[in-house]
């Protein structure tokens, strides 16, 4: 008896001598580090608000074959919402959609149609449009390197360009007493866009203010009879933008 209990003892001493020689002798293996599954982005949500000034070069009448060149431009305001997303790079993209007015775009006709149609005098164009955009623009930092990563904060600049479509709506003031004043009308437009400025990143927040113009291909006053007197077409639309935008991070 003993001599099992002596044999136990060795046997036990033995173990507790050989354990951390044994531990000592195991490969080590490196640490694996967690694998990172966010995307390092962020959706966003955008309000906007803008004065804005209406250029065109002239008004096309295809019944008369004339053409009639704007004196006064059109002035007014814009307002409107988007969704997007921004990559944390720099490269940042949403889908917007803005309420735009002018009014003020003027031509003066001064007699010169023959026959004469009694039709002279001033006439101004009030113009509603609903236009969708998809964009895509870079922030960039405005330190020496400028290099910028959303969410770090501090001041950026950024440029942009958008397309997609314009809904127009369009009402004339004609002279008074004239024989045919000039139809109510909608059409449906290419549009597009380019953007400049400069912003302010706060973390779940930012701030920009900056440039966009808008470019709207053509704006007429369809259904009207494209033979008609009170048919018009405007080509070439830009309505240049002074925008504040404000934007919402939420993940």
Known sequence: ????????????????IAGPVAAADMPEYPDI?????????SFYLRGSA????????????????????IVDYGYGYSWGAGFGYETGTGLRFDATIDSVETTGLKITKTG????????????TLMLRSTVALANVYYDFGLGGDWSYSSGAGGAFGYVGAGVGAAWNHTETNSPWGVPVPVPTGTNVSAAAAVMAGVGYDMGS??????????????????????TSEG?????????????????????
């Open 1 to 16: 008896m003993r001599k099992t209990f002596a044999s136990a003892l060795a046997a036990g001493a033995a173990l507790l």
């Open 33 to 41: 580090p967690q694998v990172d599954y966010d995307i390092g982005g």
């Open 112 to 123: 010169g149609d023959d026959p004469p149609t009694g039709d002279n005098g001033d006439y």
């Open 205 to 226: 927040w930012v701030a920009d203010i900056g440039y966009r113009g808008l470019y709207i291909n053509q704006i007429n006053n369809a259904p009207t009879d494209t």
């Open 231 to 251: 048919y018009f077409e405007i080509d070439n639309n830009w309505i240049h933008e002074l925008r504040g935008t404000i934007r919402y991070r939420f993940n």
């Open 50 to 69: 803008a004065l804005n000034w209406h250029w065109a070069p002239e008004v096309k009448h295809p019944w008369f074959s004339e053409t009639d060149a």
